[in-house]
């Protein structure tokens, strides 16, 4: 069975700070893995996503994530937030046709 | 970029009532749909899978009488809640699977209140 965990429920980050979030997953083969940014009352946009090759990935709005199979685990970074990255964010993995999601982060962006 | 939309974007039905949400891609075509739901501060939860021309395939635990599923063509898949009951409010999301590029585009949800 897939499963996803993001350990931190709410993050407070100043803006102009590096921003890191926690996802791990378990998954039985090689996994597709993706972080969604929502923000209120909207759909999920895509981020980024690693199916395979280099470990390190690059997304929109500045962000990266790093695929560490040892570890199991696909953190997402920005180095210098905006107070536009205020939203939730889901990681999720899945086969490209059905995703499981991990509960969210919450992160807020101080002044 | 692909857009999904959903509609209502808001709904507050009674209980014992039926409500409709539709699931449109704008512009694509998406043989296959995804519903979700939403339970505040948690997960997206899959309810089920919607295939174009064939019946839905629903997730453990999702009562396929209660949540009717519909995907009568390559851009509309409807989501019906059956006798809705107070439990059922939510944030119900939906999924397209672009035919082409094989992503799937989410839309902006649907908030249901049932009183």
């Known amino acids: 069975a897939q499963s996803v965990t993001q350990p931190d429920i709410h993050i407070t980050v100043s803006e102009g700070a590096s921003l890191e979030l926690r996802c791990n997953y378990s998954y039985g083969a090689t996994p597709y893995l993706f972080w969604y940014v929502q923000s209120p009352g909207q759909g999920l946009q895509l981020l980024l996503k690693?199916?395979?090759?280099?470990?390190l990935v690059q997304g929109i709005k500045g962000f990266e994530a790093e695929f560490k199979r040892s570890q199991s685990s696909f953190n997402l970074r920005k180095p210098s937030v905006h107070w536009s990255d205020a939203a939730e964010y889901f990681c999720a993995v899945g086969d490209d046709y059905k995703l499981s999601f991990g509960a969210g982060t919450t992160v807020t962006v101080r002044a | 970029g692909a857009v999904v939309s959903q509609h209502p974007s808001r709904v507050i039905c009674k209980s014992g009532t039926s409500v409709k949400i539709e699931c449109r891609s704008l512009?694509?075509?998406?043989?296959?749909m995804f519903w979700y739901r939403q339970f505040p501060k948690q997960s997206l939860m899959l309810m089920a899978t919607s295939n174009e021309g064939s019946k839905a395939t629903y997730e453990q635990g999702v009562e396929k009488d209660k949540f009717l599923i519909n995907h009568a063509s390559l851009t509309l898949s409807t989501l019906t809640v059956t006798s809705a009951h107070p439990e059922d409010s939510s944030f119900y999301i939906c999924?397209?699977?672009?035919?082409?590029?094989?992503?799937?585009?989410f839309g902006p949800g649907t908030r249901l209140t049932v009183t």
């Open positions: 999924s397209a699977r672009d035919l082409e590029d094989l992503k799937q585009y």
């Open positions: 690693y199916f395979s090759g280099d470990t």
């Open positions: 512009d694509f075509q998406a043989t296959t």
